[in-house]
């Protein structure tokens, strides 16, 4: 059990262009989905929290306007990346917490490898 | 921000050896987490351990925590090809809502 998903696993977009990342948890509810961006060799760094039904709450220095995310549901999140551009070529993972599971407790998803040229 | 601190940066040994990685972090945590990750993959979960525990076995993985240093060991014994993959530490962040990731070690064991 518990398992999240990420659609797409890779995408390659024009610079300039929007691209939007799902994240669902298929066997389980998560009011929370944490989005995070990891670059070549380094380590995952967190950029937004995912709440259901309100707005996202964005870490400093990661830009509201161009990650847009939506969490429509107990079982989706989606990330776009806005007029995207090569720096932002990047791997994005998400993660889920279930609800009513441990605080400490998140499921991680395989990620998404975004290359815009 | 990152919390943790890993080192090595990355680890190079031959199969059959063991593999010893090191985390601090810097505020008060009620627990440390220790993933896997694959080359380009997500994450794999391999052990928890609590504030109140000093080690933890999980088959051939050892977690250590020092609460008084703020630091971590993740000990792979008799390490296999396939353990290859990038290491990283998870802390709580302040208020404990968030997870803070350390900047992993890069593990290569070569058959």
């Known amino acids: 059990g518990a398992v999240v998903s990420q659609h797409p696993s890779w995408v390659i977009c024009k610079s300039g262009t929007s691209v939007k990342i799902e994240c669902r948890s298929l066997?389980?509810?998560?009011?929370?989905m944490f989005w995070y961006r990891q670059f070549p060799k380094q380590s995952l760094m967190l950029m937004a929290t995912?709440?259901?039904?309100?707005?996202?709450?964005?870490e400093q220095g990661v830009e509201k306007d161009k990650f847009l995310i939506n969490h429509a549901s107990l079982t989706l999140s989606t990330l776009t990346v806005t007029s995207a551009h090569p720096e932002d070529s990047s791997f994005y993972i998400c993660?889920?917490?279930?609800?009513?599971?441990?605080?400490?407790?998140?499921?991680f998803g395989p990620g998404t490898r975004l290359t815009v040229t | 921000s990152q919390q943790g601190e890993e080192d090595p940066q990355a680890l190079s040994i031959q199969e059959g050896e063991n593999a010893t990685m090191n985390c601090s972090y810097k505020?008060?945590?009620?627990?440390l987490q220790w993933y896997r990750q694959n080359s380009g993959r997500g994450l794999v979960h391999l052990i928890l351990?609590?504030?109140?525990?000093r080690e933890k076995h999980s088959g051939r993985l050892r977690v250590t925590l020092d609460t008084s240093k703020k630091s971590s060991s993740l000990l792979i014994t008799a390490s296999r090809a396939a353990d290859t993959a990038s290491y990283f530490c998870?802390?709580?962040?302040?208020?404990?809502?968030?997870?803070?990731f350390g900047a992993g070690t890069r593990l290569f064991v070569k058959a």
């Open positions: 993660s889920a917490r279930e609800i009513g599971g441990n605080s400490y407790e998140q499921y």
């Open positions: 066997d389980f509810q998560a009011t929370t």
């Open positions: 995912s709440n259901e039904g309100s707005k996202a709450t964005y």
């Open positions: 505020t008060s945590i009620n627990n």
């Open positions: 351990i609590r504030s109140n525990e």
């Open positions: 998870a802390t709580p962040a302040p208020g404990g809502f968030k997870t803070i």
